[in-house]
Nanobody
């Protein structure tokens, strides 16, 4: 079984930066897509950014030019550098990995890390 643990959340002032990371523990054959999602109070969980095993990225329009997703397959880790943070970025951020166990791909979620942008 694979578990994901996120790091790097916290309180930051508007215009500040944070770097989130999410590491997978346990044994798996491979990890395909990795991504970050977020959920603000009263809202549904929404995609922030994803990265394929080939390195192709996709991100929400609201974070383009500010957030950068990357991955390290040797470390089974996905990162997200968040710059020029805004109050509307406040949310719980969850990482997601498509993990291949045997012949089945399992969508796997972390428990989330809180990001609060406030002065």
């Amino acid at each position: 079984q694979v578990q994901l643990v996120e790091f790097g959340g916290g309180l930051v002032q508007p215009g500040g930066s944070l770097r989130l990371s999410c590491a997978a523990s346990g044994t798996c054959k491979s990890i395909y897509d990795m991504g970050w999602y977020r959920q603000a109070p009263g809202n549904e969980r929404a995609l922030v950014a994803t990265i394929t095993s080939g390195g192709r990225t996709n991100s929400a329009e609201s974070v383009k030019g500010r957030f950068t997703i990357s991955r390290d397959d040797d470390q089974k880790t996905v990162y997200m550098q968040m710059n020029n943070l805004k109050a509307e970025d406040t949310a719980v951020y969850y990482c997601n990995m498509e993990v291949l166990l045997g012949v089945i791909v399992h969508p796997t979620w972390g428990r989330g890390t809180q990001v609060t942008v406030s002065s």
